[in-house]
C-alpha cells in the first residue's frame, strides 16, 4: 500500500499562513530547547546587542554592502564549476553585494580566525546532497580568506572529502548522502532503504561538529532519480508520496542521531530546505511572465521579509520530525531568507554547462547557489549559532 497522495500546494494565502506557523513553531522548538538544554550551545539563542534579549536570525531583510563579498572566487582554492558563476561569465557581480539584516539585531561579522582557533583539533563535518556540498565549500572560502597563511590539505573521495587546516588541527568534510537512509544496489536495481541509515554513518560519529541537509533528491522523478525502488517494511514499491517518503527517512536519521550521536561532545544541526527559482510567476505578483524565463537574468533579491510564493512544504516535515527529536538539532532555518534571493542562483553560469547549453536558459540552474554567494550568509549564521 502506497503512502497517501500529497497535498496540492497552498495558494499565496495559505503559503503566508503557513510561513507564520511554521516560524512560531520553530520559535517555540527554540524557546523549548533553550529551557531543556541549556547546557548545550546549538540551542542558545544568540544575544548580539546589550540591550537586546535575543534575536529572531532568520526573519529579516537583504541590504546593500560594499564590503561583501568576504572572498573573490579566484582565490579560493575548491569552489566546483558548478558553483562558480565568476569564472564562467555571470556579466553582473550586484548579487555579491548583499548582507542579511535580521529585523531586531545585527549578525556579527565572521571571524575565520576565531572560528579555526575554537574549533582547534576538531572535525566539522557536512552531511547531505549537493546543497551540503555548496555550505561546505563556502565555508573552505571563507576559513581560508581569513587565514590566507595556513597549511592546508585537501582529500576528495566519494562519498567523504575532507579540506584540513593543517596549523590549526581543523578538519573541514564533507559526506555525500542524498538521503541520509541508504540506497542499496541489488542486481543492478537502486532500493532507497527508508528505515536503514547509510551504511556509513559510522563515519559521521567522528565529527565534533556535524551539519545535515536533504531534500532536493526526494521529489527528484525520471532520469533524475535515485532510485528504483522504495523498500518500507519489507516490502517493495516503484513509486510512494514523495513527502510521505521524505518524513519516513527523516524520522529513521532522527532517530539514529537520538540513538548515537553524544550530544555533550557533538554538536548537531539540520540545514533547513534551500528553495529553488525556476517559476517567476512566484515572484512577479500579477504580472504575466514568458512561459520559458526562470532565474536567468534576475540581478536583485525580493524586498521585504517574505516571499510571496508558496513556502516549500518539504519544510512541514523537517520542522515536525526535529521537534519530536529527544534531543533536538538546531534548526539552520534558512528557507525564507533564501527564497528573496532569486538572484543568487548560476542560472547558464555553470562550468557543469555546454556552450549549446548556456545558450538555451531553459537549462539554467535555479537550484544551487554561486559561490561566492548566498552559502556564505549560511555560514554567518552557523557561526553566530555556535559561538554566540
Same mark, same amino acid.
Given at each position: 500500500?502506497?503512502?497517501?497522495?500529497?497535498?496540492?500546494?497552498?495558494?499565496?494565502?495559505?503559503?503566508?499562513?503557513?510561513?507564520?506557523?511554521?516560524?512560531?513553531?520553530?520559535?517555540?522548538?527554540?524557546?523549548?530547547?533553550?529551557?531543556?538544554?541549556?547546557?548545550?550551545?546549538?540551542?542558545?539563542?544568540?544575544?548580539?546587542?546589550?540591550?537586546?534579549?535575543?534575536?529572531?536570525?532568520?526573519?529579516?531583510?537583504?541590504?546593500?554592502?560594499?564590503? !561583501?563579498?568576504?572572498?573573490?572566487?579566484?582565490?579560493?582554492?575548491?569552489?566546483?564549476?558548478?558553483?562558480?558563476?565568476?569564472?564562467?561569465?555571470?556579466?553582473?557581480?550586484?548579487?555579491?553585494?548583499?548582507?542579511?539584516?535580521?529585523?531586531?539585531?545585527?549578525?556579527?561579522?565572521?571571524?575565520?580566525?576565531?572560528?579555526?582557533?575554537?574549533?582547534?583539533?576538531?572535525?566539522?563535518?557536512?552531511?547531505?546532497?549537493?546543497?551540503?556540498?555548496?555550505?561546505?565549500?563556502?565555508?573552505?572560502?571563507?576559513?581560508?580568506?581569513?587565514?590566507?597563511?595556513?597549511?592546508?590539505?585537501?582529500?576528495?573521495?566519494?562519498?567523504?572529502?575532507?579540506?584540513?587546516?593543517?596549523?590549526?588541527?581543523?578538519?573541514?568534510?564533507?559526506?555525500?548522502?542524498?538521503?541520509?537512509?541508504?540506497?542499496?544496489?541489488?542486481?543492478?536495481?537502486?532500493?532507497?532503504?527508508?528505515?536503514?541509515?547509510?551504511?556509513?554513518?559510522?563515519?559521521?560519529?567522528?565529527?565534533?561538529?556535524?551539519?545535515?541537509?536533504?531534500?532536493?533528491?526526494?521529489?527528484?522523478?525520471?532520469?533524475?532519480?535515485?532510485?528504483? !525502488?522504495?523498500?518500507?517494511?519489507?516490502?517493495?514499491?516503484?513509486?510512494?508520496?514523495?513527502?510521505?517518503?521524505?518524513?519516513?527517512?527523516?524520522?529513521?536519521?532522527?532517530?539514529?542521531?537520538?540513538?548515537?550521536?553524544?550530544?555533550?561532545?557533538?554538536?548537531?544541526?539540520?540545514?533547513a530546505i534551500s528553495p529553488t527559482h525556476y517559476n517567476p510567476n512566484e515572484w512577479n505578483a500579477g504580472e504575466k511572465v514568458m512561459a520559458t524565463k526562470n532565474c536567468y537574468g534576475e540581478t536583485a533579491p525580493i524586498s521585504g521579509t517574505t516571499y510571496p510564493g508558496a513556502y516549500p512544504e518539504q519544510m512541514r516535515i523537517v520542522d515536525m520530525v526535529i521537534r519530536e527529536m529527544h534531543n533536538p538539532?538546531?534548526?539552520?532555518?534558512?528557507?525564507?531568507?533564501?527564497?528573496?534571493?532569486?538572484d543568487g542562483h548560476p542560472s547558464i553560469y555553470s562550468g557543469e554547462l555546454s556552450p549549446q547549453q548556456r545558450a538555451n536558459h531553459d537549462t539554467a540552474d535555479c537550484s544551487h547557489w554561486c559561490l561566492p554567494g548566498l552559502p556564505d550568509t549560511w555560514n554567518e549564521l552557523f557561526y553566530t549559532a555556535l559561538f554566540y
Amino acid at each position: 500500500m502506497a503512502l497517501p497522495c500529497s497535498q496540492t500546494f497552498f495558494s499565496v494565502l495559505v503559503s503566508f499562513l503557513c510561513l507564520i506557523q511554521c516560524h512560531l513553531a520553530s520559535s517555540a522548538i527554540l524557546l523549548s530547547m533553550k529551557h531543556h538544554h541549556h547546557n548545550h550551545i546549538q540551542h542558545q539563542r544568540p544575544m548580539l546587542q546589550a540591550n537586546q534579549s535575543s534575536c529572531s536570525l532568520f526573519v529579516g531583510t537583504w541590504v546593500q554592502d560594499e564590503t !561583501y563579498p568576504l572572498y573573490q572566487s579566484s582565490s579560493c582554492p575548491i569552489i566546483d564549476p558548478e558553483f562558480n558563476c565568476q569564472m564562467y561569465g555571470r556579466p553582473d557581480s550586484g548579487y555579491l553585494k548583499y548582507r542579511w539584516k535580521p529585523l531586531n539585531c545585527e549578525l556579527p561579522r565572521f571571524n575565520g580566525v576565531e572560528f579555526l582557533q575554537n574549533m582547534k583539533g576538531k572535525n566539522v563535518m557536512f552531511v547531505g546532497d549537493s546543497l551540503g556540498r555548496n555550505q561546505w565549500q563556502s565555508l573552505i572560502c571563507m576559513l581560508s580568506a581569513a587565514a590566507p597563511q595556513a597549511q592546508t590539505q585537501l582529500v576528495r573521495g566519494d562519498p567523504l572529502s575532507t579540506f584540513r587546516f593543517l596549523d590549526y588541527g581543523v578538519n573541514i568534510s564533507f559526506y555525500r548522502a542524498p538521503y541520509l537512509v541508504e540506497v542499496d544496489v541489488i542486481q543492478g536495481k537502486r532500493i532507497l532503504r527508508l528505515e536503514e541509515i547509510d551504511r556509513n554513518s559510522d563515519t559521521w560519529k567522528s565529527a565534533d561538529l556535524l551539519s545535515f541537509n536533504t531534500g532536493h533528491w526526494w521529489s527528484h522523478q525520471g532520469s533524475l532519480q535515485g532510485w528504483d !525502488y522504495v523498500e518500507l517494511g519489507g516490502k517493495y514499491y516503484l513509486d510512494m508520496d514523495r513527502l510521505g517518503a521524505l518524513e519516513r527517512g527523516m524520522k529513521t536519521w532522527a532517530n539514529w542521531v537520538d540513538t548515537n550521536m553524544d550530544r555533550k561532545r557533538t554538536k548537531v544541526f539540520f540545514q533547513a530546505i534551500s528553495p529553488t527559482h525556476y517559476n517567476p510567476n512566484e515572484w512577479n505578483a500579477g504580472e504575466k511572465v514568458m512561459a520559458t524565463k526562470n532565474c536567468y537574468g534576475e540581478t536583485a533579491p525580493i524586498s521585504g521579509t517574505t516571499y510571496p510564493g508558496a513556502y516549500p512544504e518539504q519544510m512541514r516535515i523537517v520542522d515536525m520530525v526535529i521537534r519530536e527529536m529527544h534531543n533536538p538539532a538546531y534548526l539552520l532555518d534558512i528557507t525564507m531568507l533564501s527564497a528573496l534571493r532569486k538572484d543568487g542562483h548560476p542560472s547558464i553560469y555553470s562550468g557543469e554547462l555546454s556552450p549549446q547549453q548556456r545558450a538555451n536558459h531553459d537549462t539554467a540552474d535555479c537550484s544551487h547557489w554561486c559561490l561566492p554567494g548566498l552559502p556564505d550568509t549560511w555560514n554567518e549564521l552557523f557561526y553566530t549559532a555556535l559561538f554566540y
